[in-house]
């Protein structure tokens, strides 16, 4: 391991988190985010103690532009960060949304790999290190705090990595962040490139060197942690390791393996790991994108004990089988399980546990929620009150479009057929459709009562407990000229879930669009 000998001992210890759920992770096919929704995640990943928040990508469009404005507006602690490519139309943009940020930076970058030399930019090395030069002077010229990337730095020819890491330090970036953008390095290679950066190149120990790993080869995290032990003291990763191809490293693991194994890997962060768990429903709510069981620390099995040993042991003593508390990541320590009796004390209780603060307006709306979940469930769970928590977050009191109504009829007589009343604007309308199955008929009402074009992309149900009388979860994606929108809803009956679920992403959609498309558009819809 090399030592930084120019930083102090406490600042040598600390690894500070940049996460990227809304850039990185937001560029995974289909994982698109509202303004509302990645508001939520900037405040909550600021409320855990990240270091630094990657809102998004500024010059991408007008969406991205207002998306990393309001999450720079909003944050109060973290970093907030834009990404721009090596061109002065995009720093310019990028430090136009981090205007009103309490501590703005722009990353820039820079494909350097002779892949990505050639066919990419069709560049020479020199022209390359005059770009990265004039680039990293621009964002200087603009932002105190510039962070620079050579993007497929872990294919770049180590001599030619110390040319244009020295070339961006010179140029006044304070953090180098090295990508393995197609995540094709191994952990000792990751260790590797640090180590050598940090010894070979002249202005190394005055910054701080960052790692971006992609988990193509299942070694994202690995990847990472090698960095750190390596010298790197900024870890770039993602929420559920969300992000393009087979994701980032995940936000969830860095952080809990720097704490469980702090023997071996002597650092701090500052993220309250008690947050993941809300952060990773979160995340996976707004997105659509379930988080797989056996997923390590936050997937539903991470602390489940199924073999009998395995209970006898934890039961006994919960460290025979348990390397961490499930506490420690936000899990409540006991399922206990709520019904129709339980107060809005108890359920206040139970939310706080579960690492949902809330207001004394949305613990009513949620009250609501829950009296009518308890009156159709005899038993609530833990996994039931995050669903409502879930439905309460995507379905806002601004909707236009809400489910009023419905009657499904199916079974093996056909046709099947939906019976929907919608309010739109305030007014009901009503539409009888038959479909191929309960599900298509609802849809076609849907579609009957707001005409779209907007193609389904994704649905998905799942139980989010137990038991015929489970919740379903429901997640359907849209997608409209490259527009990508996710609802998502929770029902004890699949079919009203399901339908709450396709108008909660209509909703989505009528806001993506944009206000004056808006109004024709649902105008007509009524009118048809
Ligand atoms: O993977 C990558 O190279 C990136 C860069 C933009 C940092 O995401
Ligand atoms: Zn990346």
């Not at 007008?62 to 960060?81: K, L, Q, T």
């Not at 940020?101 to 050639?118: D, N, V, W, Y």
């Not at 393996?257 to 701090?268: E, G, H, I, S």
């Not at 613990?363 to 879930?390: G, H, P, S």
Request: proline content about 2%; hydrophobic content about 40%; some cysteine.
């Amino acid at each position: 391991m090399s030592d930084q000998t120019t930083s102090s001992a406490t600042e040598q210890d600390r690894v500070k988190i940049f996460d990227t759920t809304m850039r990185d992770g937001e560029q995974s096919p289909g994982a698109s985010m509202t303004l509302d929704e990645k508001i939520q995640i900037g405040s909550l990943l600021d409320e855990m103690g990240v270091d630094i928040i990657e809102a998004g990508f500024p010059i991408a469009s007008e969406g991205d532009f207002e998306a990393v404005r309001e999450v720079a507006r909003i944050v109060e602690n973290a970093s907030v960060c834009g990404l721009a490519r090596a061109a002065f139309g995009d720093i310019e943009r990028a430090a136009a949304a981090l205007e009103v940020a309490k501590k703005p930076r722009i990353h820039t970058f820079i494909g350097t790999s002779p892949l990505h030399r050639k066919y990419q930019l069709d560049m020479n090395e020199e022209q390359v290190l005059e770009k990265i030069d004039a680039t990293v002077r621009r964002a200087r010229a603009l932002c105190d705090d510039v962070q620079w990337s050579p993007m497929d730095a872990t294919r770049t020819e180590p001599e030619y990595l110390v040319k244009v890491v020295d070339c961006a330090i010179k140029a006044g970036a304070s953090t180098i962040n090295i990508p393995d953008t197609v995540g094709y390095a191994v952990p000792g290679e990751s260790a590797e490139i640090i180590a050598m950066l940090l010894e070979q190149v002249e202005g190394a120990r005055g910054v701080t060197f960052s790692t971006h790993c992609h988990n193509d080869l299942g070694m994202a995290t690995a990847n990472s942690l090698a960095a750190v032990l390596a010298g790197a003291r900024q870890v770039e990763c993602t929420i559920n390791g969300l992000g393009e191809r087979a994701g980032n490293a995940a936000l969830e693991e860095i952080v809990m393996a720097l704490k469980v194994r702090n023997d071996r890997m002597p650092y701090q962060t500052g993220v309250i790991s008690q947050h993941l768990m809300r952060a990773s429903r979160l995340v996976s709510s707004v997105t659509g994108f379930a988080v797989q069981y056996n997923k390590a620390i936050v997937g539903q099995n991470a602390f489940a004990h199924e073999s009998g040993i395995h209970q006898d042991g934890v039961l006994k003593n919960a460290e025979t089988f348990e390397i961490m508390k499930p506490e420690d990541v936000g899990l409540s320590a006991t399922n206990l399980v709520m019904g129709k009796h339980s107060g809005r004390h108890a359920l206040k209780d139970k939310l706080k546990n579960l690492g949902f603060e809330v207001g004394d307006n949305q613990l009513n709306d949620v009250f609501v929620r829950f009296k009518a979940l308890a009156d159709r469930k005899k038993e609530i769970y833990d996994e039931d009150i995050v669903a409502l928590m879930d439905d309460a977050t995507t379905s806002a009191g601004h909707d236009r479009i809400k489910v009023k109504f419905l009657r499904v009829i199916c079974g093996t007589e056909e046709p099947q057929s939906a019976d929907l009343i919608l309010e739109i604007d305030g007014v009901d309308h009503q539409k009888t459709a038959n479909g191929d199955g309960p599900v298509d008929a609802a849809f076609n009402a849907i579609k009957a009562l707001v005409p779209h074009a907007a193609r389904l992309k994704l649905y998905q149900v799942s139980a989010v407990t137990q038991g015929t009388d489970a919740q379903a979860e429901v997640f359907v994606r849209l997608e409209e000229d490259g527009r990508i929108v996710t609802g998502q809803a929770a029902n004890t009956d699949t079919l009203v879930a399901s339908a709450r679920a396709y108008v909660n992403a209509l909703n989505k959609l009528l806001v993506r669009r944009g206000k004056s498309a808006l109004t024709t558009d649902l105008d007509g819809a009524i009118s048809a």
